[in-house]
């Protein structure tokens, strides 16, 4: 058990852990200004020699003794303090301690703290912020329980944290790319498009999509027999499997292999060898910033065997970035003969929406008319947001964007 001594405390004193963290949250009833039991049986025990110091920032022994407190008690009830905590490392005073023993899970989760908040102005009061340039004057507000990992990649800052609502959460470059309560209208979507506008897809390449999601749709289909996944990135793969298995399940199945590296130098070896190539990349800014560029459109429409199809995440969505769109559709109607544009609802990414470019190489296929589909009771079975009524429902645009997109 370790022991904290904390002077200048008075017994009969109210401790300021205490009042404050019974004002943030009610249910706290852990007395911390008298001897007693701490989340995971920590004691505290008081010296009464030292006068008690205000002070204006905490030391690192307090910090780093209130965060453990967070990660105890949020383990040993299943619920989140660190809010309260958080705001208490900018008022607490000055406490003292004399010793601090941590365990290595314990410590991993300081470490991941410390090392976000020396990079991050995101997370300052428990809550994740969304900002970027690319959607000025908004931004996706989530509240955090506790950051699980943060590294920078070689390409990419990555996050993930838990989040009280929305499940796990991975972020780039500080951008949401899923949530585990959504992140399947995404998944399914820029899939099932895709896959369901071919009459029979054997082969398939997904481009990006290291957290699994758009695997683990392709492999529902039947009629694969060769699934790759191409991301540049490995940390993604790595973290997924890691912190969101109900994604990276994809990954465990027979037919699907992995190659590290860069999807367009992967493309320039492979001419004709695909049914489908579907394009799960992160915004385009970046390392994948010459995935929406019209090079990259001509390296698929090479790779694709007769009659292939592709999808490819849409440059955002038709509120904010129907200039990128249509830049975007002209150039792959430069390249396909059949490009159309297409959208699914998504609350945690901007705007509560993202679109998809699917294009053919085959001209007089209807991709808005899917050649294959499944039964109801399969739909329901395999799938929670997609099917043959909503394939064909996203391709129908409001007014604005139908005349811009003509």
Request: with cysteine; glycine share 6%; hydrophobic share 30%.
């Amino acid at each position: 058990m370790a022991v904290y001594r904390m002077p200048g405390w008075n017994r009969r004193e109210t401790c300021p852990v205490q009042e404050q963290c019974q004002e943030a949250d009610p249910e706290w009833n852990y007395n911390v200004g008298e001897l007693g039991q701490l989340p995971g049986s920590v004691e505290l025990r008081m010296n009464e020699a030292s006068p008690r110091e205000e002070q204006e920032t905490p030391t690192p022994h307090q910090a780093k003794l209130l965060r453990v407190f967070t990660f105890r008690h949020h383990h040993a009830n299943s619920r989140s303090l660190s809010n309260p905590f958080l705001a208490l490392l900018e008022r607490f005073p000055d406490s003292g301690f004399s010793q601090l023993t941590t365990t290595p899970q314990e410590q991993q989760y300081l470490d991941n703290e410390r090392n976000y908040s020396s990079h991050h102005q995101s997370h300052t009061d428990g809550w994740f912020r969304e900002i970027s340039p690319m959607w000025p004057g908004q931004a996706m507000t989530l509240k955090v329980n506790q950051i699980l990992h943060h590294e920078k990649s070689k390409y990419q800052d990555v996050l993930i944290f838990e989040s009280s609502d929305h499940g796990t959460v991975l972020v780039l470059d500080n951008v949401i790319q899923c949530t585990e309560r959504d992140e399947f209208a995404y998944q399914e979507m820029i899939t099932h498009l895709a896959m369901n506008s071919h009459p029979n897809p054997q082969s398939v390449l997904v481009i990006g999509g290291g957290d699994g999601g758009v695997l683990r749709e392709v492999v529902k289909h039947s009629t694969v027999k060769t699934a790759i996944l191409c991301d540049i990135d490995e940390s993604v793969i790595r973290l997924s499997k890691k912190y969101l298995p109900g994604m990276s399940i994809g990954f465990q199945h027979p037919n699907v292999s992995v190659h590290i590296g860069d999807g367009f130098q992967f493309l320039k070896e492979r001419k004709e060898e695909f049914d489908v190539i579907i394009t799960d990349s992160s915004d385009p800014e970046g390392p994948a910033e010459t995935l929406f560029q019209k090079p990259y459109f001509e390296l698929l429409y090479g790779a694709l065997k007769e009659g292939g199809v592709i999808t490819t995440q849409g440059s955002e969505n038709q509120w904010l970035h129907l200039s990128l769109i249509t830049s975007l559709k002209k150039s792959c109607k430069e390249v396909f003969p059949v490009v159309e544009y297409a959208y699914t609802t998504i609350p945690t990414y901007p705007s509560g929406q993202i679109g998809f470019m699917v294009c053919c190489k085959d001209g007089k296929r209807d991709v808005k008319e899917p050649p294959r589909w499944w039964s109801v009771e399969e739909e329901e079975k395999l799938c929670r947001y997609y099917n043959r009524d909503i394939h064909r429902a996203s391709f129908v645009l409001p007014n604005f964007a139908r005349k811009a997109l003509r």
